[in-house]
């Protein structure tokens, strides 16, 4: 089996509406979606969905990594990832959202190829997935209001975004509890938002509440600031933006700087790495997140089927193509019910059908 053909597509999609988190506020998510054709007549999707705050790419560096990596790959065995990606990291060093589309494009036809859903051949732990829904932020009211719309929805795990000022934020969850009872889980993401002093306040002030876990308290660098929130915080602490890489991961093991990790496609560079940092958190003993940038329900369903695959990864925070107003996928990937991402028959992803008209044509097409 081999590689024939890559085509690379970019979408443009608006949020339903825009998306505070404590670094900014996006409007729009410029993503680049990549199909991997084989000669066996089955081929595979793929997305990256870059983040410059996150991991220093755009759009641009997308397809500029994937002009250099696409040519090495073709003729070369799609089955073969682990030695394929070992090509794309000869490459080109970094450059993890243009990794993880083709990543989880040979995962679709592996897949495809084993005719069973992706989550069955890499582990197949679990059949359905729990996913919150994030509220990014707003005024702590209009948070409330935006709480209870989720929770008609039939969500039963919210994630508050935080980050901003800490008496207001400590109001935020205040008044989404409220809203929630006792029921639902509460998680919160400082996005790096807060200081060590700041942030020692605020988890001890919302610890009241029955906070789940708080993702990433303090700018990720500042690794001794985690150590230290971690020890005084009667909230389990998750590292997001600290943890790119499984060396990232084996960092954070071994300075004992977090209780828990998010894994995330675009920071890691894909399926085949994200199974890598989940092994490395679950030998520490540190349960593990697996999160979104952004993601069309195309990597949104690679994602969740990672989640399916692997008992370490215990939570999963995987709702931005619902957050998204314009769609890639018409049907398949991996539906949502109420808050519960359920698996379909479908093989490898389970895509059914791409909306090819908003696709429009490729922007490449290596051969
Ligand atoms: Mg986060």
Request: with cysteine.
């Amino acid at each position: 089996m081999g590689i024939q053909q890559i085509e690379v597509y970019t979408a443009a999609m608006r949020y339903e509406e825009p998306f505070t988190i404590a670094a900014g506020t996006s409007t729009k998510t410029c993503n680049v979606i990549v199909r991997v054709l084989t000669d066996y007549e089955i081929y595979g999707w793929g997305e990256a969905s870059p983040s410059k705050r996150v991991t220093g790419e755009t759009t641009e560096t997308v397809i500029e990594a994937l002009d250099k990596i696409c040519p090495k790959l073709i003729g070369k065995c799609p089955l073969r990832i682990e030695s394929d990606v070992e090509i794309m990291d000869q490459v080109i060093s970094g450059n993890p959202a243009a990794k993880a589309a083709i990543d989880i494009a040979l995962h679709d036809v592996l897949g495809k190829t084993a005719r069973k859903p992706l989550f069955r051949i890499l582990g197949g732990y679990r059949t359905e997935v729990l996913t919150d829904i994030t509220l990014g932020i707003k005024s702590p009211k209009e948070m409330a209001q935006n709480a209870k719309k989720a929770l008609d929805k039939g969500f039963k795990a919210l994630k508050i975004k935080v980050g901003v000022d800490v008496d207001e934020d400590v109001e935020r969850i205040r008044l989404v509890r409220e809203v929630a009872g006792n029921d639902i889980q509460l998680r919160v993401d400082a996005n790096q938002g807060w200081t060590p002093k700041q942030a020692m306040e605020a988890l001890n002030k919302i610890s009241r509440y029955n906070i789940q876990l708080a993702e990433q308290p303090v700018p990720s660098e500042d690794i001794e600031g985690l150590k230290n929130v971690k020890k005084n915080s009667p909230v389990p602490i998750m590292a997001d933006e600290s943890v790119h890489t499984p060396a990232d991961a084996l960092r954070l093991v071994r300075e004992g700087a977090v209780d828990m990790m998010n894994i995330k496609l675009m920071k890691c560079g894909g399926i085949l790495k994200a199974k890598k940092i989940a092994a490395v958190a679950e030998a520490a003993g540190m349960p593990c997140m697996i999160g979104c940038m952004s993601e069309s329900s195309i990597g949104i369903a690679a994602a969740t089927h990672l989640a399916g695959a692997v008992k370490n990864i215990q939570y999963a925070d995987l709702d931005s193509d619902i957050l998204l107003k314009d769609k890639i996928t018409t049907e398949g990937g991996v539906p949502l019910v109420n808050s519960v991402r359920k698996f379909t028959n479908g093989h490898g992803l389970g895509i059914e059908t791409v909306d090819t008209e908003f696709l429009g044509k490729p922007l490449r097409i290596y051969k």
